[in-house]
């Protein structure tokens, strides 16, 4: 059973939501969690639909599945959005 047909199949039992630009709309994201947390009566699930890789030299393609990315390129994606390599450093020992 694929990802779409559970969705339609559990949509009564789950609250469900979708947000539809997981690559930009972080406000969406936001509504998305309070709106999930507010549920009390059955479980949630948030769909985000979202570009592989997004941010990289390889967005889109399957080149960054699996792989890590070259570190110019990590060191890019990470100051495009404008995460502090101190913190990766200090969550992932990089």
Known sequence: MGIELRWTV???????????DGDHDVDAMEKAIEAAKAVK???????LTTTIGFGSK???T???HGNPLKP????AVKAKLCVPTAL??????N
Not at 41 to 47: F, G
Not at 72 to 75: C, G, N, P, Q
């Open 88 to 93: 990766f450093a200090f969550l992932w020992g």
């Open 62 to 64: 399957g080149g960054v």
């Open 58 to 60: 390889a967005q889109g």
């Open 41 to 47: 009566d059955k479980p949630s699930v948030i769909k």
């Open 10 to 20: 559990d949509n009564g039992r789950w609250h469900t939501q979708h947000v539809k």
């Open 72 to 75: 110019d390129d990590a060191k």
